[in-house]
């Protein structure tokens, strides 16, 4: 568990964080959205140590980040995995090393214990037999899932993730997704990341941060987005049309109305679903609607 308290942080006259508070809860996918501009990665870079912060407070599991010494950081920081938004591999290093890397920096296991560690995990990331290939050979998933595994060699405690599926195709993405979810429960770890996929918020958003302007404005997860009111959230998270149909479309699973195997003939005979639909009807209408204002 990550507890952030009343963090703010500035850069000369301009302030970026402005006393946020939150949860990052283990075994969960802890996400972080908002707009380009919202703090969420400045946010980050201050949980790991990156950026100090002006004021507030971040603890690992009770233990304060922010008033530790050098050397307990360093501590820390090997139960700290990373996932860079490039994957951010070593191009002349081939898939085994570049896995192995931090075994190398922060182990003294011998080499047979480290290439067992590098097997197990690139199996579990689905890369057996990939060791011997470089990045140049490999696909950008591939890349990503190597990441991945480098992210885990060291059975970390947390895990921090930069716009995992930058850069992938949406059914890549889906792939990358499930598996961040899927170690995250297997390891228990507290698993964050920062993210503009809104296909990651609504497939494994199991805790929420919205940050707008610097501030926390909104935290939940990926059922109780769909029944947020909160404007800004819907404005972000909801933008498009085809979006705002989605979210009704899922306000009416949630509730039962209807199931993934719907025939829509059928749906629109609920009144329930035909008042839901008429009232986005309505708002579609009317271009000067209350949440455009």
């Not at 308290?5 to 006393?19: A, T, W």
């Not at 070593?90 to 047979?112: A, G, I, Y």
């Not at 990926?222 to 705002?244: G, H, T, V, W, Y």
Request: aromatic share 6%.
């Amino acid at each position: 568990m990550i507890e952030i308290k009343n963090v703010s942080k500035g850069f000369g006259d301009k302030e970026i964080l402005k006393g946020v508070s939150a949860l990052m809860e283990t075994g969960k996918t802890n996400l972080i959205i908002g707009t380009s501009g919202s703090g969420k990665t400045v946010l980050q870079k201050c949980m790991v140590g990156l950026f100090e912060v002006d004021e507030g407070e971040i603890l690992y599991d009770g233990k304060s980040f922010t008033s530790m010494q050098e050397e307990e950081r360093k501590e820390l920081r090997q139960q700290i995995g990373m996932l860079f938004q490039g994957s951010a591999l070593f191009d002349s290093m081939t898939v085994e090393r570049n896995v192995k890397f931090p075994l190398d920096m922060f182990t003294k296991w011998d080499h047979k214990k480290k290439i067992d560690r590098v097997n197990e995990v690139l199996e579990r990331v689905n890369l057996k037999d990939t060791n011997k290939k470089y990045p140049a050979e490999v696909s950008g998933g591939m890349k990503k899932r190597v990441g991945i595994a480098r992210a885990i060699v060291l059975n970390p405690k947390y895990l921090f993730c930069d716009e995992p599926n930058s850069g992938l195709d949406p059914q890549t993405s889906m792939v990358i997704d499930l598996l961040i979810k899927e170690i995250t429960k297997e390891y228990n770890m507290t698993t964050v990341i920062n993210t503009h996929d809104m296909n990651s918020v609504m497939e494994i958003g199991q805790n929420i941060l919205y940050m707008y302007q610097g501030e926390k404005e909104w935290v939940g997860n990926n059922k109780e987005i769909i029944f947020s009111k909160n404007k800004k959230l819907n404005e972000f998270i909801f933008a498009s049309e085809f979006l705002r149909d989605a979210k009704d479309m899922r306000m009416l699973e949630e509730k039962g109305i209807i199931d993934n195997d719907r025939n829509m003939e059928e749906v629109m005979k609920d009144p329930e679903a035909h008042l839901l639909m008429g009232d986005n009807e309505k708002r579609e209408s009317h271009p000067d609607r209350e949440d455009e204002k």
